[in-house]
């Protein structure tokens, strides 16, 4: 789960944006804790029902599979049926990244119930590695697309028909590099995982999907004072992240391991090197 995206058009559409990325980014602490990745996820939810209960005002709500957890579907279903006013965009485009055993199931499929209420989307520009096709797909109830339809065709271009076939070729061809790929993003996961959490005032749970750690630094705070200086101290020695706060949530950051292991283990030590007490120099 995330910040939901772009609440300033959300709003001028007439919805409302509510911020629940503090809450979602609360999941990274819970699971140090020893709880499981779906344990997390359900206290998460749970206090995400009571905090939709308080405010009774959501029309649509982000959902994005960055954080990794891939079990979260269903229990996101618990809280759809629970508020029929709710919208779900779900973010499926890290779909082919994921690692654990077991087929991707979209929201929609774990909760046919509640289709008429979701909208899937993906794109090609992460599992295939097309970011700049610009290419993003949507599936949903036909009077939501419709819509969209309208809407999009008074406010922004088409994709080229260039991107539009590279796109189709990247769905209907091959599949099988797929499994590559992933494998080798799993054991960058690992290498990564492993070191940040040998590292004293970080932690990290390990990502079932996409190609993200996220990691907390709470105990650092007293030091930096915010997720922003640490992330400023890390791109003084090389590193860069994203800090907790861009997505709404605190004392934190993101990083991608999509590199080669040979950078991936320089950045490792780099960060190891800057968040240490003695650190003051520039790698």
């Known amino acids: 789960m995330s910040l939901l995206p772009l609440p300033p058009a959300t709003r001028t559409l007439g919805a409302s944006a509510i911020q629940v990325s ?23 939810h749970a206090a995400l029902d009571a905090g939709i209960t308080l405010l009774d ?33 779900s973010d499926d485009i890290y779909a082919p990244l994921r690692y654990s055993e077991g ?13 008429e209420r979701i ?37 922004s271009g088409n994709a080229c028909s260039i991107s539009q076939a590279g796109a189709v070729a990247a769905f209907e061809g091959p599949q099988g590099f797929l499994l590559d790929w992933r494998d080798r993003f799993r054991a960058r996961r690992d290498l990564c995982v492993s070191a940040i959490n040998a590292i004293p005032g970080l932690y990290t ?15 650092l705070m007293a030091r930096f004072g915010n997720d922003d200086a640490l992330a400023l101290q890390l791109l003084e020695h090389g590193v860069a992240i994203v800090a907790a706060s861009g997505f709404g949530g605190k004392d934190g950051f993101r990083i991608s391991f999509a590199a080669d292991e040979a950078k991936l283990e320089e950045a490792m030590r780099r960060i190891a090197k800057a968040v240490s007490p003695v650190s003051g120099q520039k790698s």
């Open 22 to 44: 503090p809450i979602a980014w609360g999941m990274w602490r819970l699971a140090e804790d020893g709880r499981s990745a779906a344990e997390a996820a359900l206290l998460v």
């Open 57 to 89: 005002t959501a029309d649509i709500y982000g959902f994005d599979g960055q954080n990794g957890f891939g079990d979260a579907e269903a229990l996101l279903g618990e809280v759809l049926a629970a508020h029929p006013r709710l919208l779900v965009m």
């Open 103 to 115: 087929r991707h199931a979209t929201l929609a499929v774990e909760c046919p119930d509640l289709a």
């Open 119 to 155: 909208l899937t989307v993906s794109g090609v520009s992460k599992s295939h590695a097309m970011t700049g096709f610009r290419i993003g797909v949507a599936a949903g109830p036909a009077w939501l697309v419709g819509a969209m339809g309208k809407l999009q065709s008074h406010v």
């Open 205 to 219: 749970p390990t990502p079932d999907g996409a190609f993200y750690c996220m990691v907390d630094a709470a105990p």
